[in-house]
Structures are given as C-alpha cells and as structure tokens.
C-alpha cells in the first residue's frame, strides 16, 4: 500500500499544525481524501484536493462543525442523504458536517464512496447547470434604478453573469426597502467601474 505521507503536500501542513479544535478531525479526513489517491493543495487557506487539477473535495472548519466540501456536490447522488447546501443561494457545493472524530471513523467508508463518486463526476467531464442570472429576481428598487438610469443599466449588463448575480443577490438580502436601496446606492459606484461585489 503506497504511503500517505508521500502524497502531503509540505505547503498545506501549516494549515493541520494551526488547526485549533478540530485538529484530529482534520487529520482524520487527511488521511481518508489521500488514500482516495487525490492530490493535495492549498487554496483559498484550506487544504483542496484534486484529480487532474479538477477540485474534487476541500476540509474546513467552522464554530459548530468541520465539514468536507464537495464544490460540485449538487452532482453526487446521495444516496444516505447526508450532502447540506448551506444556503438556499449555493447552487452547487454541498458538505457533510461533522462534530466529532469518532463520527468520521464510523462514516469512513461511505466519505470514501463520495469521494470516489466524486472523482467519476470529475471523469465524465459532468457540468452542474447553474440558474441564469435571468431567473434571480431583480429587487423592485434597483429595477427602478436600471430603468431610471440607461447608463447604469448598460454597466450592469455589461458584467459578468456571476457579478450581476452577486449583487442581486446582496441588494435583495434586507428585508425593508430603506435597507435595500441604501445598499444599491452604495454599490452604484462599483457597478459604473464594472467591479464586482466582493473585488478589491
């Protein structure tokens, strides 16, 4: 059997040393993505494993739990139903959440399933369909904005599907309208230098 040592990527360590509650867990979950033959790499500060460059499965912690996230898990099958969309706005993401590290012992063998359904996705090149930014709502008080303002209208159309759909999605958070358009007049600026939501 090949050693899982050799499949650690020194640059990732860091992240296992600093790991402050969940520091078994992710050892736990380190050890069971490797022996799926996946290779590890660190990206957006955690530890991503992939097969031909493809994501495959990412470890991160929060308060309450650690979880693995499949960033295409919207495509698995599920069949035990354990795979949480953690807003109704991922489209396709999905976690499995843990609290413990005997919970992971015992879910070995299905998280290796997952994984390995995982990769086939990955080999049959499959897409998740994401929801165009036609179908979003546009918020009453920005519709009135774009249909008040041709040059802001323009701007919007002007950036990528996923920018346009981050900031219908934060204009239409609040739930008074007072908050709403406080928020779109904020980002007007932002929207006119044909910047995204979150870009520096």
């Known amino acids: 059997m090949e050693n899982l040592n050799n499949r650690m990527n020194p640059k990732v360590e860091f992240f296992f040393k600093k790991a402050g509650i969940w520091q078994e867990e992710f050892k736990t ?4 993505i490797l022996g799926c033959g996946l290779s590890e790499e660190l990206k957006w500060g955690v530890p991503c494993y992939t097969f031909q ?29 354990i795979l949480i969309q953690q807003t109704e706005n991922v489209q396709a993401a999905r976690q499995i959440r843990f609290s413990n590290v005997q919970e992971i012992a015992a879910m070995e ?24 930014t036609s179908e979003f709502t546009i918020p009453e008080e920005f519709q009135r904005a774009l249909d008040e303002n041709h040059a802001l209208r323009s701007a919007f159309e002007s950036l990528t599907p996923g920018r346009q759909r981050g900031y219908l999605l934060y204009f239409a958070q609040p739930k008074q309208s007072k908050t709403r358009e406080s928020r779109i007049e904020k980002c007007i600026p932002r929207i006119f230098d044909r910047i995204g939501l979150n870009d520096r």
């Open 109 to 132: 063998p299905l998280l290796k399933d997952y994984i390995n359904e995982g990769i086939e996705v990955e080999k049959a090149g499959l897409k998740v369909e994401f929801k165009k």
């Open 53 to 81: 460059n493809n994501n495959i499965v990412l470890i991160h912690g929060f308060k309450e739990y650690c979880a693995l996230l499949f960033p295409k898990g919207a495509l698995l099958k599920d069949v035990k139903g």
């Open 29 to 32: 979950l380190r050890s069971i």
